[in-house]
C-alpha cells in the first residue's frame, strides 16, 4: 500500500528559485494538507484542501501556492525560494478522522 | 481557538521504566483526538484515534485514554525502541477540517 508519497526526498534550492513538492494519495481521501517542520519544532499548517478544487490558507502560507485539481494530487509550490523556507515539508490526507502523512520533502535554500 | 500542550517537551526512561505523556487541549467540539509517533527524519506515523472521554486504546506498549480535557499516553515497560517523538493532535468540529498538533514529547528510552 503506498499510502501518501512525496517527492522529491531532499531539494537544495538557490535564493529565488522556484520548484514545485508533488504529493499524492491513493485512499481517495477528501482532505489533504501540507505542513512544514522545523528542527524542534511542531507542524505548522501552510495549506490544505477540502476536495477537488477547493483550498484554503493555514498559519504559514506565505511565499507558497497550492492547487487541487484531481483527488489524490496536491502539489506546493515555490514561486521565489528564501532562506526561510528552509524546513521538511509534509503532506498528509485524512478520511473522516485521522490523518496519514508521507516520508516528507528535506529542502535547503541557499 | 482550538489549543494542544504537550508535556514534558522531554522524557528520558531507563529500559523498564513505565512513564505518561499527556497532552491537554481546548477544542470546541472534539471530533477526534489523535496520537502519532515520530521518528528522526520521517513523517508522523499514526498510532490512535480518540473519540470520547472514557474511551482507551492499547497497542503493544502503549495505551492512550481521553477525557474531557486531556489526554495520556501510557508507555509500560519501555525499550530503547520505543524511543521517538510522539506527537498529540486534535479535530474540532467548527467547520474547517484542519488539524490541530502539539509540539511534542521527546522521549528517549536508555538500555
Known amino acids: 500500500n503506498a499510502g501518501v508519497t512525496q517527492t522529491p526526498k531532499f531539494r537544495i534550492l538557490k535564493i529565488g528559485q522556484s520548484m514545485t513538492l508533488q504529493c499524492t494519495q491513493d485512499?481517495?481521501?477528501?482532505?489533504m494538507y501540507w505542513y512544514r517542520q522545523d528542527p524542534g519544532m511542531g507542524l505548522k499548517l501552510i495549506y490544505y484542501?477540502?476536495?477537488?478544487?477547493?483550498?484554503d490558507k493555514g498559519e504559514v502560507p506565505n511565499g507558497y501556492n497550492v492547487s487541487r485539481s484531481t483527488t489524490e494530487d496536491f502539489p506546493l509550490r515555490l514561486e521565489l525560494a528564501a532562506p526561510s523556507q528552509t524546513s521538511v515539508y509534509f503532506c498528509?490526507?485524512?478520511?473522516?478522522?485521522?490523518?496519514?502523512f508521507g516520508q516528507g520533502t528535506r529542502l535547503t535554500v541557499v | 481557538e482550538d489549543q494542544v500542550t504537550q508535556s514534558p517537551e522531554a522524557l528520558r526512561l531507563q529500559e523498564g521504566e513505565s512513564s505518561s505523556l499527556n497532552c491537554s487541549y481546548t477544542v470546541s467540539g472534539l471530533r477526534g483526538l489523535f496520537w502519532y509517533r515520530q521518528d528522526p527524519g520521517k513523517g508522523p506515523e499514526f498510532l490512535f484515534t480518540l473519540y470520547s472521554a472514557g474511551e482507551e486504546k492499547e497497542k503493544e506498549r502503549l495505551k492512550a485514554t481521553l477525557t474531557k480535557k486531556e489526554s495520556f499516553l501510557h508507555i509500560t515497560a519501555p525499550k530503547p525502541e520505543d524511543s521517538a517523538t510522539y506527537l498529540c493532535a486534535v479535530l474540532g468540529s467548527s467547520g474547517t477540517y484542519k488539524y490541530i498538533f502539539g509540539t511534542g514529547t521527546r522521549l528517549k528510552v536508555l538500555a
Open positions: 498528509a490526507s485524512g478520511g473522516n478522522t485521522e490523518a496519514f
Open positions: 484542501s477540502v476536495g477537488a478544487g477547493i483550498t
Open positions: 485512499m481517495n481521501h477528501n482532505y
